[in-house]
């Protein structure tokens, strides 16, 4: 299946590898890894809990060529730099997060995480990395690249789980500690039931019908590595410990608690949590029941209580998760507000980033033009109509060979 814009993102990734590495530097391979959409499920990966993702047609395309300069990874990504960087394998053994933001600190932590599996190399690589998932959009374009690092610098192919791992492994050792979520909806493609206690997931093929999950974006740029997501994590993991002390000293995380947990935490809690850990608590513990009640919709087709428990999931990170944006929540609304719109809500780590609806196909028309004359009127920034797009769920992390 082909993604997105694929022509021109293999002719822009050619133009800017012969400019960097000379007219005769040609790819062998095409490593690619999609982004997605997280559907339901915020924020309770890395919390143990279950979310319902997809990977989309707007993929991370990495250009495959070789140089004579083996030891050496050579890497270009004229999204951010027309000038290349070169990366000495070796050096790069035990690396962690430096001041460095982008593309060469994901595949110097790429490196760093094969390094660490003592998984073999391909050295002597020259590397065009170009892609078409919208940077602080929503869609994880970092775990696309990073599971399209792996793939393209591991000399054998690591299996689907090992290639989560070391992707999710590569984001921490650049300052983003996330869960495996979104690099395991990039290598299985399609919909997937994610599992944060065990990083298992499986696959489903729902039938949308006449509804289609769209994305706008807010123009206020996300970051996980420097937004609140590292103290979100922080805050789970100091509620866990509370817990563990005060409920019980086996439970394996927030995305765990029973009801009857939650029934006395509900009541007695104040006593043991402050109120900013409580509510933490409360949000992961809605949410992972908002996706159990999620799942049944999907697969009974009842597409009307998903849009609902959407919402339900906004409303939850915005006030209990505190990890929205006043211009998110505003443009939220403002989609919400159009007949044919099921569901709207934040999507991604939070502060800034995109809404995601879920609506019927024929209101797309509204909703964009709605948008057009309000929302992106008020804020303007670029193309408007490149600020809101339908996705389509698309095949999962690949490599293929150059024609």
């Not at 590569?170 to 206690?197: L, Y």
């Amino acid at each position: 299946m082909t993604f997105f814009g694929e022509d021109d993102l293999k002719l822009r990734a050619i133009t800017a590898g012969r400019s960097a590495f000379g007219a005769s530097w040609t790819p062998a391979q095409w490593a690619i890894g999609p982004g997605r959409l997280e559907l339901l499920g915020n924020h309770v990966d890395y919390n143990g809990g279950l979310v319902l993702a997809g990977a989309i047609d707007r993929a991370v395309l990495i250009g495959v060529g070789t140089t004579d300069a083996p030891g050496t990874i050579h890497v270009v990504a004229s999204d951010v730099s027309p000038e290349p960087t070169s990366l000495e394998i070796a050096a790069l053994a035990n690396w962690h997060v430096t001041t460095e933001r982008g593309p060469i600190a994901y595949a110097s932590g790429v490196i760093a995480a094969l390094l660490a599996r003592e998984i073999p190399i391909r050295d002597g690589l020259a590397l065009s990395i170009v892609g078409n998932v919208p940077l602080g959009f929503g869609m994880s374009s970092s775990a696309g690249l990073c599971v399209a690092l792996v793939l393209a610098l591991a000399e054998d192919a690591p299996s689907p789980r090992d290639v989560v791992l070391i992707a999710q492994d590569a984001e921490h050792r650049a300052g983003a500690p996330v869960g495996a979520m979104d690099q395991s909806a990039s290598v299985a493609g399609g919909i997937i039931i994610f599992d944060g206690s065990d990083i298992s997931f499986r696959q489903i093929t729902p039938d949308l019908g006449d509804y289609v999950f769209a994305v706008a974006d807010s123009r206020v740029e996300h970051a996980n590595a420097t937004s609140s997501y590292p103290t979100r994590v922080k805050e789970s993991q100091a509620a866990l410990a509370i817990l563990r002390d005060h409920v019980d000293p086996e439970l394996a995380s927030l995305g765990a608690i029973t009801d009857a947990q939650w029934a006395t935490i509900a009541t007695s809690g104040d006593a043991w949590l402050d109120a900013t850990l409580m509510r933490r608590t409360r949000h992961v513990v809605t949410e992972m029941a908002r996706v159990r009640e999620g799942i049944v919709a999907v697969e009974r087709g009842d597409w009307a209580r998903f849009g609902e428990l959407m919402q339900a999931s906004g409303q939850s990170s915005a006030t209990d998760y505190e990890i929205s944006h006043p211009l998110v929540e505003e443009l939220v609304a403002e989609i919400a507000a159009v007949p044919g719109v099921l569901g709207a809500r934040m999507m991604g780590g939070g502060e800034g980033g995109p809404a995601l609806a879920l609506l019927h196909r024929d209101a797309v028309p509204e909703v964009a033009a709605r948008l057009r004359e309000g929302y992106f009127t008020r804020h303007p920034a670029g193309d408007p109509g490149d600020r809101f797009q339908v996705c389509v769920f698309a095949d999962g992390a690949r490599v293929i060979t150059a024609a």
